[in-house]
């Protein structure tokens, strides 16, 4: 900032070159992680410049933001979406990781950054691999796309990287994260429920979800069945369709005599259908939706665009202040969803 | 997400030089004033940019405020954080509104902001002052700083300004909201009286705070006794209907006593102090932590909240919705939750040691 002499005065790109005795468009393209410059020489430039104190100008990087969003040139640089699906087929078939991952590439798109995806895992990329293709192509923002439940580290440098978390809360170091709020889904659709004349309300939980997710819907039914009937405990059914789920399921459902079910992330049409046509009719079915965009009955739909945008907005202002690393305070950044009609 | 930013696709001062048939220098002496063109071609140039609605951009001018100072009437985007209940002596006690402001303040300046601070709890305060204060020409974003639910109400024109708060989650308006994560900080503290080997734990809990929160402590509670295996021990509210002191000590004596707590945790800060009042001394007696430690403070346990980080959060948040020109209550509106510090301390040894 060039508006005065005195005290507080900016440390510029011009003192670094100064310092590391090369011309300031060799800092800009080591401080951008251009890979024009060995690597060497990228880290020397980056760690005078930390010594030295210089910080990239936040109004420059606002304007240069702005810029963009009216005249978009060449791209602005890279975002690597990265998920741990077996494959890309696998990838495609899922309707939560690809609806993330189009809208996300779309908002990446209007801020004129590029997106790709990256697939990690044993028969894919390995996660060392992953930062070294990373770095040598100047692709600085990671975002972790809707990583699972058992993928609880990466083996990253995560100095190196801007990244934001999408429904991957499991991952340590913890990073910031952005994540639909399903601790206020399973308030939301018990009190729909009992607001519509139900007295008695079971959740029935995919065993699958990880322990965060699990435990933030378990949070949102507890404490609206506190709030209806402090005297109750609360009863929720973790489903496995593969290890007698069925079985267990109508069992729990005839001994704790509900008038609804609420599924999360639970395919409710073929519960149903394994349930005693009598049962199943007497009951009314809703769902916290977490894979599916859509299902036949009362339902709470996923964000999953909401998701891919935010993650996206979030990652491009920190890249804009170059703000990498793992944060000493993480914090995850919920949105509420909405209670869809049968009909909708 | 916020639906009003999709369209962000702006007039430029190039497209009015299109409409009004002028080049874009003559459109910019036009309307900064600055240069020397006929009134009349200022004039019709003005009403051009406005009816096709060209608005210059904050950011732009900040910047060029910032690069070229003294040059007219720029300024920097303008933030008010209006504060709940400020006093000096809050001040002084280093409460928690003053962390916020502190994170506030870092976070704005870094982005490149001016921030106002705005006394809600001071007796000059009035709505019209209110308004004055927050005048839209000059104000680009509100932060409603931690209001709480005996706080009077706020009317402003939301629509003009890009809005976060800062907990209140229970209160209109609608928006993006920084707090801090309770549901975490009451769970993490029921862990760690878990991990100290505590079995019979007791939660009581600020009636203000529980309602400011939306139930946030109770949801920590219920989850943590749940995932724990935790006998199924009541949430004791405190200052419910306002009672007084002398009641509130009896309840939690004859709570404690009903359920053998082994240790109480507590959003209250003199929870120490209530438990003497029942005639619990210490922790041979029994155990404490606070919900909403300020500071590591080696003599007592709990959760540390930090506010400073939520102040940075929402700052970092308001400048993101005014750097994408998002005006007016965002829907959805997403909450950012940030999580607490569990800290040992001498009020909650480990369950037992002191027996021995």
């Not at chain 1, 670094?16 to 890979?35: D, E, G, Y």
Request: charged share 25%; glycine share 8%.
């Amino acid at each position: 900032m060039s508006c005065d002499g005195n005290e507080h005065r900016r440390v510029t790109m011009s003192d670094v070159a100064l310092a590391a005795n090369v011309h300031k468009s060799t800092v800009s393209l080591a401080l951008r992680n251009q890979s024009k410059l060995s690597a060497a020489t990228r880290e020397r430039i980056r760690r005078i410049a930390e010594q030295i104190g210089y910080r990239p100008d936040p109004m420059l990087g606002l304007f240069n933001l702005r810029r963009r969003l009216l005249a978009p040139p060449r791209p602005a640089g890279g975002i690597a979406f990265v998920s741990d699906l077996p494959n890309a087929a696998a990838f495609a078939r899922s309707e939560r990781h690809e609806r993330i991952f189009s809208s996300a590439r779309e908002e990446a798109k209007r801020l004129n950054f590029t997106m790709e995806l990256f697939l990690v895992g044993p028969a894919q990329l390995s996660p060392a691999r992953l930062s070294q293709v990373l770095l040598a192509r100047g692709i600085t923002g990671i975002l972790l796309g809707a990583l699972s439940p058992g993928t609880r580290s990466l083996n990253i440098d995560w100095s190196r990287f801007c990244v934001v978390g999408i429904e991957s809360t499991q991952v340590e170091p913890r990073v910031d994260n952005v994540s639909t709020n399903y601790f206020q889904a399973a308030r939301l659709a018990y009190k729909a429920l009992v607001d519509d004349g139900r007295r008695n309300v079971g959740f029935v939980i995919a065993h699958d979800l990880g322990t965060e997710i699990d435990s933030q819907l378990r949070a949102g039914y507890l404490v609206e069945i506190h709030a209806q009937t402090p005297s109750r405990t609360a009863p929720f059914c973790r489903f496995d369709p593969d290890e007698g789920g069925f079985e267990h399921l109508r069992q729990w459902i005839k001994s704790e005599d509900f008038d609804a079910v609420v599924g999360c992330g639970v395919d409710l049409s073929r519960v149903s259908a394994q349930i005693q046509p009598e049962v199943a009719k007497s009951l009314t079915w809703a769902s916290i939706d977490i894979h599916r965009a859509q299902t036949g009955c009362l339902c709470i739909p996923p964000l999953h665009r909401e998701l891919g945008r935010r993650a996206v907005e979030l990652l491009v202002t920190r890249l804009q202040i170059n703000l990498r690393g793992v944060p000493a305070n993480p914090d995850t950044t919920l949105f509420p969803v909405e209670w869809q009609d049968a009909k909708g | 997400m916020e639906n009003l930013g999709h369209d962000v696709v702006r007039v430029t001062i190039k497209q009015v030089a299109q409409a009004a048939k002028v080049h874009y220098s003559t459109v910019s002496k036009a309307l900064s004033g600055r240069g020397r063109i006929p009134a009349a071609t200022r004039e019709r140039i003005r009403q051009i940019a406005e009816q096709i609605g060209y608005q210059p951009d904050p950011v732009m001018q900040s910047l060029s405020a910032q690069r070229n100072p003294g040059r007219g009437a720029h300024r920097e985007p303008r933030i008010v954080f209006l504060a709940n209940r400020w006093s000096s002596d809050e001040l002084a006690r280093g409460a928690v509104v003053r962390r916020l402001a502190d994170g506030v303040r870092y976070q704005a300046e870094l982005m490149g902001c001016t921030l106002d601070l705005l006394p809600l709890g001071d007796a000059m305060i009035d709505a019209a002052e209110i308004e004055r204060q927050c005048d839209p020409s000059r104000t680009d974003g509100i932060i409603v700083g931690a209001v709480d639910p005996l706080s009077p109400r706020l009317e402003l024109d939301w629509s003009r300004y890009a809005v976060v708060k800062i907990d209140s989650a229970f209160m209109l308006p609608t928006s993006t909201l920084v707090a801090n994560d309770q549901m975490q900080v009451a769970r993490i503290a029921f862990q760690n009286a878990f991990r100290l080997g505590y079995r019979r734990i007791g939660m009581a809990v600020g009636q203000l705070e529980e309602k400011a929160t939306q139930n946030l402590y109770s949801a920590g509670c219920y989850v943590a006794q749940d995932e724990l295996a935790l006998p199924d021990v009541p949430i004791l509210y405190l200052g419910e209907q306002r009672e007084d002191y002398p009641t509130t000590v009896r309840r939690v004596a004859d709570w404690i006593r009903e359920h053998r707590l082994q240790i109480v945790l507590s959003t209250w800060a003199s929870v120490r102090e209530l438990l003497r009042d029942c005639g619990l001394a210490g922790p041979d007696d029994i155990s404490c932590g606070c919900l909403c430690l300020n500071d590591p403070d080696p003599a007592l346990a709990g959760v540390i909240q930090h506010h400073f980080v939520v102040g940075q959060k929402a700052a970092e948040a308001l400048a993101m919705l005014i750097m994408h020109r998002k005006q007016g209550l965002a829907t959805p509106s997403a909450a950012t939750y940030v999580g607490g510090t569990w800290q040992d301390g001498v009020s909650a040894p480990h369950y037992g040691a002191g027996e021995s």
